[in-house]
């Protein structure tokens, strides 16, 4: 039988500016019921931007609750999103 709940490996990517690469990945990894697995170094997408892709462990649910409070302290132009489980 299937679990709404089960833990599983989501995608996250994270675009803006390299200064809050680091903090971005540090709330992930320090977010209730979510484990981060991996990181990719980042990668430059202009002069200012950086694309960083990470992978989590937990519920979906605990997933896009720690999703939407990062992004709802991003700048204007920034972006984080589950591109994948």
Do not use: Q
Request: no cysteine.
């Amino acid at each position: 039988m299937w679990n709404a709940g089960a833990m599983t490996v989501h995608r996250i990517t994270f675009i803006g500016p390299a200064a809050l690469a680091v903090g971005v990945a540090t709330e992930l990894a320090d977010a209730d019921a979510i484990d981060l697995t991996s990181s990719a170094r980042p990668t430059a997408v202009d002069d200012t931007t950086v694309r960083l892709d990470l992978s989590v462990e937990g519920s979906i649910e605990d997933v896009r609750s720690a999703v939407a409070r990062i992004d709802a302290d991003l700048p204007r132009g920034a972006s984080i999103e589950i591109t994948g489980s």
